[in-house]
């Protein structure tokens, strides 16, 4: 089960997730909500790239901290094929080595 409990996520001072608490049992879930609201911030502290400003996120009752997830900062080098993935719809990980 994946919890989330009390979590906030801010950028320097603005604050992008607020006080979100929610609970995933196994099954299939989607996320809809408008552009800017933090889907992609939320999907990013689940899959542990960023972590909560404040709060928890528990992975079968252990903080994702706890379990050696690391935050991951991009590189310049992810930033830039990220962005071609998205420009041609397909991935050409050569291209990101310059």
Same mark, same amino acid.
């Given at each position: 089960m994946?919890?989330?409990n009390h979590v906030n996520k801010s950028f320097q001072s603005n604050a992008v997730l607020k006080e979100i608490d929610l609970t995933f049992e196994k099954g299939v879930y989607g996320l809809l909500s408008p552009n800017g609201a933090? $889907?992609?911030t939320l999907? $990013?502290?689940i899959t542990?790239?960023?972590f909560p400003t404040?709060?928890?996120i528990l992975w079968e009752?252990?903080?994702i901290k706890e379990l050696g997830a690391v935050e991951v900062r991009p590189t310049l080098e992810d930033a830039f094929l990220y962005i071609y993935r998205d420009e041609v719809g397909r991935d050409d990980s050569t291209l990101a080595s310059f």
């Amino acid at each position: 089960m994946l919890v989330l409990n009390h979590v906030n996520k801010s950028f320097q001072s603005n604050a992008v997730l607020k006080e979100i608490d929610l609970t995933f049992e196994k099954g299939v879930y989607g996320l809809l909500s408008p552009n800017g609201a933090g $889907k992609t911030t939320l999907m $990013k502290m689940i899959t542990t790239l960023l972590f909560p400003t404040s709060g928890e996120i528990l992975w079968e009752g252990q903080n994702i901290k706890e379990l050696g997830a690391v935050e991951v900062r991009p590189t310049l080098e992810d930033a830039f094929l990220y962005i071609y993935r998205d420009e041609v719809g397909r991935d050409d990980s050569t291209l990101a080595s310059f």
